[in-house]
């Protein structure tokens, strides 16, 4: 299979005056997309990038990430995309732990990081904005400067093109190395399973730094020849006028931004030109996909995913019926096991961790052996989901196996919980856990966002649950907070909040 950095060159060849690139009021043709890809390319190869270096991107959803990310691997190099949404520690350790050479940065956000350009002397910057600090290079002059590269990257499929750091699964992020190959393979099958054409255009709404903004919003676009419509963040409003404006027909999101969006109050806020939306990262409730669906007049298909595959690994289908909480069917080439916890295959409808095998799958963690060793096994991918296939081989997610809690011996899905504390009106978000307690082993915890104007009496919601689940599942102990602490793409990252009650004290609420 072609490289993505070769399917790019050649949709530039087939159609050089075709908009790949749509932001703002700029318009980027393939032609001139290619053309900054080659220049950044020589320009990084002038400063002393060799083949398996690393550069790392810090930039919010530009046309200038796309060039940087496809400049990287036509040099041969390693990407590192940067979720700019961390903190300056974060940012640190994992410029550290892939050992970079190179950071492209916004100007803005190197304001964050001071001993970036202070005191680090390993890192080379090419800053991109109007200020460039002093020992710093300008990624525009490189772009515009530079001597392009006159060839195909001289690459295999089997070199790794990206490393893409994971959230909330470890204490400090780990990097999930990926190939040529496998982000190859997964962008072209999201192209061939939602027919995406030249004619069509998909809108960026997901950060580019996150593996699902990159594979099914950048990769599946660019590869397609089709068009890349981009947002520098997300405001409903927003999202809207700009679908209308450019006639978007395709849009992965996820659910914290399908409700949002139903929101956004006013006249004239169809979105006729939308085919197909995606909705990857969480739970959405049937309720509000309905209600989006109603309201705008287009599907809703729901998906599944982690970043060590790839991202994505099944989706609903456009051609087949749609199944109520399901995360769909295995993409193509993709094969899903669920076992127990001694390794043996589970029949039908039994729960237990999902396993993927997929030409999408991680390489492994970068320099992580034995985390690699611990996830990848015999070519599978323990995913450290806990789910079933029914019958008809549609996957269903329930729950993370970490976040189980196993109470007096008796196993509490967090998300049954969950979802009966969200039909309470007081209640706008929850997420529940569990915590340490000397008799029962764990109790339950639920942390709660009431919505605007509600207030919630100390042990209403736990008298709530009790019409509604068994008293071993309903919370004992509940905090409100005025927001939950989440990963890019809206998951909860219940590992954040664990952390955050081993330093607390607790008070049953009966």
Not at 120 to 144: A, N
Not at 366 to 392: C, F, I, M, N, S
Request: one cysteine or more; charged letters at 20%.
């Amino acid at each position: 299979m072609p490289t993505l950095v070769s399917q790019i060159y050649h949709a530039a060849q087939s159609a050089p005056q075709q908009r790949a690139i749509l932001f703002e009021d700029t318009e980027i043709t393939y032609d001139s997309l290619v053309n900054a890809v080659k220049k950044l390319a020589g320009g990084l190869v002038e400063l002393g990038i060799e083949q398996g270096d690393r550069v790392a991107i810090l930039l919010p959803n530009l046309p200038h990430f796309c060039i940087s990310y496809y400049a990287i691997m036509a040099a041969a190099a390693i990407a590192v995309p940067l979720n700019f949404m961390q903190d300056a520690k974060e940012l640190e350790h994992q410029l550290k732990d892939s050992g970079a050479k190179i950071l492209i940065v916004w100007q803005s956000f190197l304001q964050a990081l001071p001993a970036l350009h202070t005191t680090s002397t390993d890192i080379e910057l090419l800053v991109l904005g109007p200020r460039v600090f002093k020992g710093c290079q300008s990624l525009t002059h490189i772009i515009t400067h530079s001597t392009p590269l006159p060839v195909e990257p001289a690459i295999s499929d089997s070199d790794i093109a990206v490393i893409n750091y994971t959230s909330g699964i470890a204490d400090e992020a780990m990097g999930a190395a990926l190939t040529h190959a496998a982000i190859a393979f997964n962008a072209t099958t999201c192209i061939e399973m939602f027919k995406i054409t030249p004619q069509e255009k998909l809108i960026a709404v997901l950060p580019l730094f996150h593996p699902l903004g990159q594979t099914l919003v950048m990769h599946a676009s660019l590869a397609a020849n089709s068009t890349l419509v981009i947002l520098p963040r997300f405001k409903p409003s927003e999202v809207i006028e700009t679908v209308q404006k450019h006639s978007v027909t395709f849009m992965p999101a996820v659910p914290g931004m399908f409700r949002a969006l139903l929101t956004v109050q006013g006249e004239h806020l169809e979105m006729p030109s939308l085919k197909y939306c995606m909705c990857y990262g969480g739970h959405l409730a049937d309720e509000i996909l309905f209600e989006f669906e109603n309201r705008f007049a287009v599907k809703i298909f729901k998906a599944y995913g982690l970043t060590e595959a790839g991202p994505l690994v099944s989706s609903a289908r456009i051609s087949r019926d749609r199944k109520s909480d399901s995360a769909g069917l295995p993409l193509m080439g993709v094969e899903l096991q669920i076992r127990d916890n001694a390794g043996r295959i589970l029949f039908p409808n039994q729960s237990g961790e999902i396993f993927v095998k997929s030409p999408s799958v991680m390489q492994g963690y970068w320099g992580q052996p034995k985390e690699t060793e611990r996830r990848l096994q015999d070519g599978w991918l323990a995913t450290g989901d806990v789910g079933y296939l029914d019958l008809d081989h549609y996957l269903f997610i329930q729950e993370r196996k970490d976040d189980i809690i196993i109470k007096g011996g008796f196993s509490i899905h967090p998300r049954e919980v969950e979802n009966v504390i969200l039909e309470h009106s007081a209640v706008e978000e929850v997420a529940v856990i569990g915590i340490p307690d000397q008799i029962h082993g764990a109790e339950v915890k639920a942390f709660v966002v009431l919505a605007k104007g509600a207030s919630l009496a100390e042990d209403e919601l736990f008298t709530y649950c009790q019409n509604f689940l068994p008293v071993y599942k309903c919370p004992r102990f509940i905090e409100r907070v005025a927001s939950l602490p989440k990963s890019p793409t809206g998951r909860v990252l219940k590992r954040s909040l664990r952390q955050k009650t081993t330093k607390q004290s607790h008070e049953p609420v009966k």
